[in-house]
């Protein structure tokens, strides 16, 4: 058989439970040895059991033969699926022969509470006192007996806060910061585990410990207390036994609860662990809980109960300190290599009572000395008070710290090692998808602190930091970096979750939030900042760009239909509060954090409108709405005609003059052919007046080298990709740096360390370059018209320093690799197509050889072009001129 069904997903997810999504979506992949091959049909069964699969009955949904080559994003069409219950699925394709496949394997999935009346339990806790800044933690539970054989047992559960969740004797899960952050006032997420291998016939024990997290808890720069003062828990546990009845075990009145040794544990303030308060088998039964309190009884929560939508936070790696020293103030240094988002796992050994502080930074100030003055209000440390019986070992449970350095001291009476201390790397557990190697190590580096600066702030929100007092959710760092968190990691799910935290923060006339959840900003902004906007340029316009992204990239129809109406009336909004089509210019963020280069705030903000405007425009043409696309059409032509009228003179020069508003007026399509050579012709001007360096800040450095590259100016790309001295990507990479700075001028050989008071050495947004680099290095692209890789673009551009490049992008049809080497003029490209996509190569130079399989579609802007199909093939090509960068 030509085709072989692998891998299973329903709504992009290796059997899941706990969905609430009423229509799930289902994906395959496809193999097979030869080459050019397409599905032309797919059969899709789904039942309630194994057996009737087997004996090819679906009851819920037989599609039928489909004549389709679609495998992703298949929207289930059959009977209305039932909540709690688990199903079944397997599907047979056809290929283009019409030579159908072996069925594949069985998959599943279960169905969540889709009813919010179904929930039975209350929220309990403790009533806390709003004036204690920092409450202990508390510990809940309740024994219970099961006194006949489990079919399958369910625990369903959430917080107002964040909860850890125990059942005899064991930690349930391996979620941390359960349930994530959203806006609680209108909704918070809910986990499903199944736990019917743990539960017992006889006794059983559960048990949680509930947090402040971002619910009450210290949050950005606005306050602790932000949504509410006590936390909350809410657990269900539904059982189903052999003989068919079922059980629910609810929080209710008849738990109880306590404090333990968790003192504190704040998501900015770090956490104090007191171990002499351990209560051992605390979560078992038998445990003598005569001093425990009733616990007490919230009202009923008012906002929506919604299934987790994005990845868990996870450890996804444990790593060792480098080096270790002793400081001439007796304290213990470590050094961790690599600038990191988590907490340590401290091993240590001393006195009962012996109080040990664990600090973290991201930098020194001096040899033996933290730097920490960046750190503003948040406090990272961790304390542990020694019970005094051998080697102990604390981690924390509700705080998270941002760093590269950690500091031990109070220990008086015992050595530390470099084991002492394992570095705990924690993020939402996005799977990778991407990979970059070029020859150039400075370049590779670069690639690696990308990816560490994703990893590091994809923390259920993409926040901008991880150490200061902030850590927010920014929309315009989300949407300037999404194309390149896309390639690096598989981040559909995690921003559908963020796009409803845009959309929860929306405000009743349109504006999208600045930072997503809100948490206060807004309300902040007014009372302190005094930025009195409710959007900023860039910023709200991620309510767009976003989806529009995901599209592209995972072919995801469906973000877009669901917040079709939101973008509308953003586009709305901007159009309401301009005139004439030029945006005011009031105090937005400009192009955040440029080097001696503002761009005018209105000219931005123009620019932005019409960008945004365009993109709802494709939007409205998939989705099918005919009137719509005429109407924006027309208001983008006419954003763009005052764009031109109002800022660009008869020589082409744009006000302001900055690379930001050329690089702007040329990605977002503002200029006419005539108008664009002039734009590009003063954007390389101005770089190379600059010393071949860039300008840019935050809005403009994620477009600079895609629009010097689609404007025949590669070289001055790859110019401003080897720079190493300040302004440059490389500069910090040449200081040691192991993520992306917040700031081109965080540190500075010549003046230090930077404006303390903003100065972020782990902050992704200048790190979206890494687009460019698998889109035009490497070569590998999206086709709007079939996104998702559905067809893809091979067109890579060598260039620079670099004699080869290697990528490797896992897509949602399989695995696609784009490898490049080039010598002596020789240019060879090995590419990967996977099963039921194509492609299209663009090859530079002149005596092309092909594989015979390859069909060539002729030259296109001097580039040979060819159509492929799924399979492995190789291209070369003698390049006459070997671009080089010195």
């Known amino acids: 058989m030509s085709i072989v069904i692998k891998r299973l997903r329903v709504e992009s997810l290796d059997q899941p439970i706990g969905l609430d999504t009423e229509q799930p979506r289902f994906s395959w992949l496809l193999d097979s040895e030869l080459q050019s091959q397409r599905q032309s049909a797919y059969r899709i069964l789904v039942a309630s059991n194994t057996d009737l699969l087997q004996q090819d009955i679906g009851e819920y949904w037989d599609s039928g033969e489909v004549v389709s080559d679609r495998s992703v994003q298949v929207i289930y069409q059959g009977n209305p699926l039932q909540a709690e219950l688990r199903y079944y699925w397997k599907v ?29 339990g209350e929220w309990i806790g403790q009533s806390l006192d709003p004036e204690i800044e920092f409450p202990p933690s508390l510990y809940l539970r309740k024994e219970f007996v099961i006194d006949r054989p489990v079919k399958r047992a369910t625990l369903y559960g959430t917080a107002l806060g964040v909860y850890e969740l125990h059942l005899n004797g064991s930690r349930v899960g391996d979620e941390y910061f359960a349930p994530g952050w959203t ?87 770090g956490e104090s662990y007191d171990a002499r308060k351990e209560t051992p088998d605390w979560d078992r039964t038998g445990f003598n809980e005569s001093d425990w309190q009733k616990v007490y009884r919230f009202e009923r929560y008012v906002g929506k109960l919604v299934s987790q939508i994005d990845p868990p936070i996870r450890i996804t790696e444990s790593i060792n300190p480098v080096k270790m020293w002793m400081t001439k103030q007796g304290t213990y240094l470590f050094d961790m290599g690599q600038n990191m988002v988590g907490w340590v796992k401290l091993q240590v050994q001393g006195l009962t009572g012996t109080q040990i502080t664990v600090s973290h930074a991201e930098m020194l100030q001096d040899e033996d000395t933290l730097y920490i ?72 580096r670069l690639i690696s602190n990308i990816r560490w600066g994703q990893r590091g702030n994809y923390l259920s929100v993409p926040t901008d930091c991880p150490q200061r007092d902030e850590r927010l959710g920014w929309t315009g760092d989300a949407q300037i970096f999404i194309r390149t968190a896309s390639y690096n990691m598989d981040v559909s799910r995690f921003f559908a979750k963020f796009m409803e935290d845009m959309t929860d923060g929306q405000t009743p006339d349109g504006a999208f939030p600045d930072v997503a959840p809100d948490a206060g900003w807004f309300e902040f902004k ?46 709305e909004y901007l159009k309401a509060n301009s005139t004439d089509r030029i945006r005011p210019d009031y105090a937005n ?69 900055t690379q930001t508003v ?65 302004p440059s990507w490389l500069y910090s990479v040449k200081q040691g740096a192991t993520t992306i700075w917040e700031r081109w001028d965080g540190w500075t050989e010549e003046a230090g360390f930077q404006n303390p008071g903003m100065n972020s050495f782990n902050h992704y947004s200048l790190g979206s370059v890494g687009e460019w680099m698998y889109r035009y290095m490497a070569g590998i692209d999206v086709d709007s018209e079939q996104p998702g890789f559905k067809h893809i673009v091979i067109h890579p551009r060598p260039g620079g320093k670099l004699t080869y490049v290697k990528a490797n992008v896992e897509s949602g049809y399989g695995l696609i690799s784009s490898s490049w080497q080039l010598n002596d003029g020789l240019f060879s490209l090995q590419v990967s197509i996977p099963v039921n996509t194509t492609a299209t190569i663009h090859m530079d130079g002149t005596s092309v050889r092909v594989p015979d399989e390859a069909v060539k579609m002729g030259m296109e802007n001097g580039k040979h072009t060819y159509q492929i199909g799924s399979g492995n093939y190789e291209f070369i090509s003698q390049i006459e001129k070997v671009m080089k960068v010195t």
């Open 589 to 657: 963020y400009g192009d955040w954090l440029s080097i001696n280069a503002d761009t005018p705030k209105d000219v931005l903000a123009t620019a932005y409108f019409a960008y945004s405007t365009a993109i709802f425009v494709r939007i409205a043409k998939v989705l099918g709405y005919a009137d719509d696309v005429i109407e924006y059409s027309a208001l983008f032509e006419e954003i763009r005609t005052a764009f031109v009228r109002t800022y660009m003179d008869e020589k082409g020069i744009i006000q302001g003059d």
């Open 183 to 269: 806006d609680y006032a209108v909704r918070t997420q809910y986990q499903t585990f199944d736990i019917t291998a743990s539960i017992q016939v006889g006794g059983n024990a559960i048990g949680a410990i509930l947090g402040t997290g971002w619910y009450a808890g210290q949050v950005g720069m606005m306050g602790r207390e932000i949504y509410g003062t006590s936390p909350a828990l809410l657990l269900q546990l539904h059982i189903q036994f052999e003989d068919g009845s079922n059980h629910h075990i609810v929080t209710d009145e008849t738990w109880t609860m306590n404090t333990g040794p968790i003192q504190y544990s704040d998501m900015l303030k």
């Open 373 to 444: 003055e960046n750190l503003r209000r948040a406090d990272q440390k961790d304390i542990y008070i020694l019970k005094g019986e051998g080697i102990e070992t604390f981690e924390p449970h509700f705080t998270f710290h941002g760093f590269r350095y950690v500091e031990v001291e109070g220990l008086l009476d015992s050595e530390l090692t470099l084991g002492s201390v394992t570095g705990r790397v924690v993020h939402s557990d996005t799977p990778s998808t991407g990979s970059l190697e070029t020859s150039d190590d400075m370049v590779n």
């Open 662 to 726: 050329y690089v702007l007026a040329l990605y977002f399509g503002l200029l006419s052919e005539e108008m664009k050579p002039l734009a590009a012709k003063r954007l390389e001007e101005l770089i190379q007046q600059n010393g071949n360096h860039l300008s840019t800040g935050f809005l403009g450095v994620g477009y600079l080298l895609p629009v010097l590259t689609e404007n025949g100016l590669e070289e001055l790309a790859y110019s401003l990709l080897h720079q190493d001295t300040f």
């Open 526 to 571: 007014q009372k302190v900042v005094k930025w009195f906007a409710p959007d900023n340029a860039g910023w709200g316009d991620a309510g767009v760009i976003i989806p529009w992204t995901l599209y592209l990239m995972y072919e995801d129809r469906t973000i877009l239909e669901t917040n079709y109406d939101a973008m509308k009336r953003w586009v």
């Open 92 to 120: 047979k394709v056809w290929d283009e022969t019409g030579a159908a496949s072996e069925w594949s394997s069985i998959g599943q999935w279960t169905m969540g509470i889709l009813d919010q009346n179904d929930w039975k």
